[in-house]
């Protein structure tokens, strides 16, 4: 498995203005998302790898960046098995 993910095609993330959050959107639903899971899912581009991830959320939050690394990854393989995300490179 590579360390590049991407969005699951079948889901769309958008930010649901009504719900003052981000969502994944799929065909039977919707996933309200946590603000750290919309801040992963955000950087999930295809071309960004888990470790650049990683480094842009603990540029962004200086504060709690001991507990990124660990909770990104935690996070990255939680959206794998839900399908959410999938690693093609």
Known sequence: MSNFPKLNPLYRLQFEKAQ???VLLYP?????LS??????????DGSTNDEDIV?????????????IETDVKEFLVEALEKGWIKYDR
């Open 55 to 67: 480094k842009a959320l603990q540029q962004k939050f200086p504060d709690a960046a001991q507990l």
């Open 28 to 32: 039977e639903g919707m996933v309200k």
């Open 35 to 44: 603000d750290s899971a919309s801040e992963v899912l955000t950087l999930v």
């Open 20 to 22: 003052n959050c981000y």
